[in-house]
């Protein structure tokens, strides 16, 4: 096998994150002594997620590259939040009818729709914080909410990059054989992942539908395809 190349030695993610501080930079400086348009914000925010979609597809998938690009968003990309657009109480009324987000509502509890001790469609409980007609969610609660949430997509983005930089590596690794044999075992995990959720949909599984293969049906599965081959052979 080749020597690992560590995730640290990727030096292009490091030229990656000065560039994109250069633009941001440069996009601040553009906007002193005028408003920028929205053609201008929207052209920009393109370019900065091109960037990083590029230097992540080096590493990655481009599937894993564009969700990758959304989780490490630049500040510049985000803006604020767009609830301090609304005041504190068409904000509380926004929620209020939003009631599958609220923390007591039947979908977040995991309960039956008909559920009394939940919010529903209908009504609130009077445990949950939207039951009273009129109420006022102010300025520093949206922006903490924002920020938190920003803060926990960009440690995920973080530990995703990492562990794809760390795949990259051992993929560059490997030798030629090596690498074939793992393109043979995706494509046959592909192919019984397939097999599985036609089962599944057919309810071959049961009445109710299973989030991952059982052992039992995969062993079933891959008995029948070894007699499929013994056949034609």
């Known amino acids: 096998m080749k020597p690992l190349k560590l995730p640290s030695e990727f030096k292009?993610?490091?030229?990656?994150?000065?560039?994109?501080?250069?633009?941001?930079s440069k996009v601040s400086a553009e906007k002193v002594g005028r408003e920028e348009t929205v053609h201008e914000y929207i052209h920009k925010c393109a370019e900065l997620r091109h960037e990083r979609v590029i230097e992540y597809e080096k590493v990655m998938s481009t599937t894993d590259a564009l969700h990758?690009?959304?989780?490490?968003?630049?500040?510049?990309?985000?803006?604020?939040p767009y609830e301090l657009r609304l005041s504190p109480e068409e904000r509380y009324q926004k929620r209020k009818k939003d009631w599958q987000h609220h923390d007591t509502s039947w979908c977040k509890r995991n309960m039956p729709m008909?559920?009394?001790?939940?919010?529903n469609y209908l009504r609130c409980i009077p445990a949950c914080r939207y039951y009273p007609d009129e109420g006022r969610i102010e300025d520093d609660e949206v922006i903490k909410k924002h920020e938190e949430y920003w803060a926990e997509q960009r440690r995920k983005g973080e530990e995703m990059l990492a562990q794809k930089q760390k795949e990259h590596?051992?993929?560059?690794?490997?030798?030629?054989?090596?690498?074939e044999q793992r393109r043979q075992q995706r494509i046959q995990e592909m192919k019984e992942n397939e097999a599985w959720q036609m089962a599944n949909q057919r309810g071959?599984?049961?009445?109710?539908?299973?989030?991952t293969p059982p052992q039992w049906w995969l062993d079933q599965y891959r008995r029948h395809k070894q007699q499929e081959q013994q056949r034609v052979l």
């Open 169 to 179: 590596a051992e993929w560059i690794a490997l030798t030629e054989e090596e690498r």
């Open 12 to 24: 292009e993610f490091n030229i990656l994150a000065k560039r994109i501080a250069e633009a941001e």
């Open 114 to 119: 008909n559920d009394e001790n939940s919010c």
């Open 68 to 80: 990758l690009c959304y989780l490490m968003s630049t500040d510049y990309e985000i803006g604020g």
């Open 204 to 211: 071959e599984l049961g009445p109710i539908n299973q989030l």
